[in-house]
């Protein structure tokens, strides 16, 4: 699986969109990638996923660039119950469905 | 649904004792698989299945025993406890992705916060 590269922290205020960054420049053809938060210490929660074009659901929206070397999660109106740990995954779709690699993620804190 | 549920929510082990951490889901999941955290770390997998009576080791495999018996159980077994498997402890199930599913959606329990001492 490709490696990705989350900074590790970030800020957003209250109401606007929080944008986070996900490099992933080894990234193969049949790679999707995937977002998963972990809110407090609570199991991940599955966000959104794409392999080239970009996604929206009622959660998030998911930007892939062309080369599909880096990605972008925008949440739109970030409240203070989104501040998480959020996970950067890229990932084959093959048989193997449990195998997915978690890094450090980024720590977002959402603010007043 | 009651989604993934795991049993129990903490646990104190003295080193060198056994037990058995619980995972269920009900969704007629045939993948599960279970991950462990440290501190300020990602989640690393520990062992995972794809259906009743198939299991795979995943990165940290040593000191943990698996078996799938059942599509809703998957229970993970610590066989001698030593302080370094204090973490806490994640099952989580998805859909097998064939051609067509709409996701590798994991689904994941609330945790087994385990301290070995």
């Known amino acids: 699986d490709a490696k990705t590269t989350q900074p590790p922290s970030m800020d957003c205020a209250e109401g606007r969109a929080a944008n986070l960054p996900c490099n992933h420049s080894?990234?193969?053809?049949?790679?999707?990638v995937y977002w998963y938060r972990q809110i407090h210490s609570q199991g991940p929660q599955y966000i959104i996923h794409?392999?080239?074009n970009n996604e929206t659901n009622e959660m998030a929206s998911l930007i892939i660039t062309e080369d599909r070397k880096s990605s972008t999660l925008i949440l739109p109106h970030a409240t203070l119950r989104d501040t998480a740990v959020y996970y950067c995954?890229?990932?084959?779709?093959?048989?193997?469905?449990?195998?997915?690699?978690f890094g450090t993620g980024t720590r977002l804190q959402v603010t007043l | 649904n009651a989604g993934v549920t795991q049993t129990p929510k903490f646990q104190v082990l003295k080193t060198g004792q056994s037990m058995t951490l619980q995972c269920a889901q009900d969704?007629?999941?045939?993948?599960m698989s279970w991950y462990r955290q440290d501190p300020g770390m990602g989640l690393r997998l520990i062992h995972y299945s794809v259906g009743a009576g198939i299991t795979d080791q995943g990165e940290v495999p040593n000191g943990y025993n698996v078996s799938r018996s059942t599509t809703e159980d998957f229970p993970l077994r610590l066989l001698s406890a030593a302080p370094s498997q204090t973490s806490v402890y994640f099952c989580?199930?998805?859909?097998?992705?064939?051609?067509?599913?709409?996701?590798?959606?994991?689904?994941f329990g609330p945790g087994t916060r385990l301290t070995v001492t």
């Open positions: 080894t990234i193969s053809g049949n790679e999707y």
């Open positions: 794409g392999l080239k």
């Open positions: 989580a199930s998805s859909y097998f992705p064939t051609s067509g599913a709409s996701s590798y959606e994991q689904y």
């Open positions: 995954i890229v990932r084959a779709y093959t048989g193997t469905a449990s195998k997915l690699t």
């Open positions: 969704m007629n999941h045939e993948y």
